[in-house]
């Protein structure tokens, strides 16, 4: 199954996706990664392994979110992708996106949703005192954050831990569950 992989930086959990579809049973291919970012170093990551890249900047759409989304469908579409995976990809998208991919477009959130929606998860889960944290990959609808629960990670907190500790070791976990859901999703289909 051909996916498109939308990015916004580092791309760490795109290489873990790269990896995944370069084993001879997985399911998936990389048909494209996106960036909103033309200077996101996951696309030099990508470009490295031979993938196609794209980048379509957001900042000269200004303010019309769609217009930038509607360059970014047609990409997916003209890659022949058929699931979009998000992988820190930093837009909120519009119900235009959302529904272009409706049930086709996973996420991958830094926390065990629901708890920790939005940014800087890992520094709210230590405010909060949490024992347990971790990832949650899901599928995408309108709400930030909010879409159907396909699998999560949990690790612990530690005492000592900082935000950039505790982040380290939910990001493991990410690359493990991120292919592991992708691939059970596209079995499921
Ligand atoms: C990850 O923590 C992901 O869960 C979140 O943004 C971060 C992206 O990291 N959505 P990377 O670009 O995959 O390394």
Redesign the pocket.
């Known amino acids: 199954t051909p996916i498109a992989v939308l990015?916004?930086?580092?791309?760490?959990?795109?290489r873990a996706l790269i990896e995944a579809c370069e084993r001879p049973d997985y399911p998936a291919r990389i048909a494209l990664v996106l960036s909103n970012r033309p200077d996101a170093v996951?696309l030099e990551v990508a470009r490295a392994a031979g993938l196609q890249t794209i980048a379509i900047d957001h900042k000269p759409f200004g303010k019309d979110r769609e217009a930038h989304e509607r360059k970014v469908d047609a990409a997916i579409r003209a890659s022949g992708a058929q699931i979009v995976c998000?992988?820190?990809y930093?837009r909120v998208l519009t119900p235009f996106l959302v529904n272009s991919w409706e049930g086709r477009m996973l996420?991958?959130?830094?926390s065990l949703l629901p708890a920790f929606p939005g940014l800087h998860t890992h520094e709210a889960a230590l405010t909060a005192g949490a024992k347990e944290h971790g990832?949650t990959v899901h599928l995408v609808t309108a709400g930030v954050d909010e879409g159907p629960i396909l699998g999560q990670a949990a690790v612990p907190v530690l005492a000592d831990d900082t935000p950039d500790t505790l982040?380290a070791r939910?990001?493991e976990q990410?690359h493990v569950l991120y292919p592991s859901i992708l691939s059970k999703f596209i079995s499921d289909q």
């Open positions: 990015i916004s930086g580092r791309g760490s959990n795109m996951g998000l992988a820190g930093m996420n991958i959130h830094p990832c982040a939910v990001l990410e």
